[in-house]
């Protein structure tokens, strides 16, 4: 037994410096929550106060070509979580996942979570998770929630189901609803803006949840900070509620701004955690966003950011869950001290599906067959040495609920609008709204040269008939492989 333990000692400990001594870092991804291309002091918001993200900006490498596959929440943080696009699986037709939605990610698929893992990493995901819990209908919030983050990669859970206005109002850590109501069964009553939670208390409030999350995170890379780990973590800001704590005042933005700000200061608590544990040269941090920032006439905190001359999504059409730029361009910044060239910018095509191929190529790990489909390994572009060809030739592009794709190739973007795509959808609503929007549709695809017009302002199909054709028989080929990588 004696030999044992000693055994087991030395594994521990020689597990703790395998990292370092194999060259393979601690890795930290960072998925902001509807944060528009503009919305950063490095991206154009030259009045925002963002200096921890300026400084990842300013360390590392900053893209301005990276997308994310969808202009909504759910797709891009599967495709992030599996390289995989949302739209191959059962939700090919809604891509909007509820709160109480069975976990979309199978057991068996490859995640970064799983991946790490498997190098010996410690895993969390901390913040939002919006990929569904357990596997029936609709979840029971009284049973374990299983499968979920536990089941796909992770170690350590602590978050929220979905969107902070989505109920119900509780955290949730590993496989448990927090803060139980002794006695009582947690339920969602009530319809509407009179749904309340009940059987939990004390409540989630809406603007102490970054500060929540903050404080978890910290804590977990301190608990972990004597073994390699990967962090997943996933604030809500800037998404709404627009709820920003009360020490986060005085943008010339309003609370929207205010919002941004305490984002980034939950960046720069992340990165002090990282230097009092000596650990930020050797951490590999991305950070980016899941979608453009939402441009809702109903969202009145982002009106007033606009008013006050915030190009939310920088100089790109529309925002979240439009089939134009401002939904999916998206901040994209690589920090690795040693790896990434700092105060550098780069125009190369990536995806935020790209996760999973390039961390697997850094730390040499083989993705399985039938993984990772929409994954390219595109971390010579984060290093700055594609000798001019970068690794990702097009990208394809969902909008919301099914409703439109477009593909990126070079200058050129398509967006199909003839023939238009089959739909489907349980709800009635939603199918109603897609309908009425394609009312507005022209009847042909539609083209644009992006490096002359960023606006997305002119239709050049007529003129390119050539060009318009070939990238719609390239999306409509890339879409019929289904779960086959291209």
Request: proline letters at 7%; charged letters at 20%.
């Amino acid at each position: 037994m004696v030999i044992f333990r000693l055994a087991f000692c030395l594994f521990i400990f020689t597990s703790s410096l395998w990292a370092a001594d194999a060259g393979k870092p601690n890795i930290i991804v960072i998925l902001a929550d509807d944060l528009g291309y503009g919305s950063l002091h490095c991206y154009g918001g030259e009045r925002l106060q963002t200096p921890a993200i300026d400084r990842l900006a300013r360390e590392g490498r900053r893209f301005t070509n990276a997308y994310a596959p969808g202009s909504v929440c759910s797709p891009t943080r599967y495709a992030v979580m599996t390289g995989r696009y949302l739209w191959r699986t059962r939700y090919s037709d809604g891509v909007g996942l509820g709160a109480a939605d069975p976990c979309v990610i199978e057991n068996s698929r490859l995640t970064l979570g799983s991946l790490a893992q498997g190098q010996g990493y410690r895993t969390a995901a901390i913040g939002k998770w919006h990929l569904g819990l357990g596997a029936a209908a609709k979840t029971d919030w009284n049973a374990p929630l299983s499968p979920g983050p536990l089941q796909v990669g992770f170690d350590y859970f602590f978050g929220m189901a979905a969107n902070v206005n989505n109920r119900p109002d509780a955290y949730i850590e590993n496989d448990q609803i927090l803060d139980r109501t002794p006695g009582q069964l947690v339920a969602i009553e009530g319809r509407g803006k009179d749904q309340k939670t009940v059987g939990v208390s004390p409540v989630r409030q809406p603007d102490q949840v970054m500060t929540r999350l903050t404080e978890k995170a910290v804590q977990w890379i301190g608990d972990n900070r004597d073994h390699p780990f990967f962090l997943y973590y996933a604030p809500n800001a800037v998404h709404e509620p627009v709820t920003p704590s009360a020490k986060f005042t005085g943008s010339p933005f309003g609370k929207y701004g205010d919002f941004i700000q305490e984002l980034d200061g939950s960046v720069g608590q992340i990165l002090a955690a990282l230097e009092k544990h000596q650990m930020l040269s050797n951490t590999l941090i991305i950070f980016t966003s899941d979608n453009g920032g939402a441009l809702n006439v109903h969202l009145e905190e982002s009106m007033v950011a606009l008013k006050a001359g915030l190009a939310i999504n920088g100089p790109f059409r529309d925002g979240k869950g439009s089939v134009w730029e401002g939904g999916f361009r998206e901040p994209f910044i690589v920090r690795w001290p040693g790896r990434v060239p700092g105060g550098t910018t780069s125009d190369d095509l990536i995806c935020l599906s790209d996760l999973l191929a390039s961390v697997a190529g850094i730390l040499k790990a083989p993705l399985p067959a039938d993984n990772a489909e929409d994954s390219f390994d595109v971390s010579a572009s984060w290093f700055g040495d594609t000798g001019g060809k970068p690794p990702r030739d097009h990208v394809l592009l969902q909008a919301e609920f099914a409703a439109e794709y477009a593909i990126r190739q070079g200058p050129w973007k398509l967006i199909e609008r003839s023939p238009q795509p089959g739909f489907h959808s349980p709800s009635k609503e939603i199918e109603k709204r897609i309908l009425e929007r394609r009312k507005k549709w022209p009847d042909h695809n539609q083209l644009f040269n992006l490096p002359d017009d960023v606006a997305e302002a002119k239709d050049v199909s007529g003129g390119h008939p050539e060009i318009a054709e070939r990238l719609a028989k390239l999306l409509k080929e890339e879409r019929a492989k289904g779960a086959t990588r291209y």
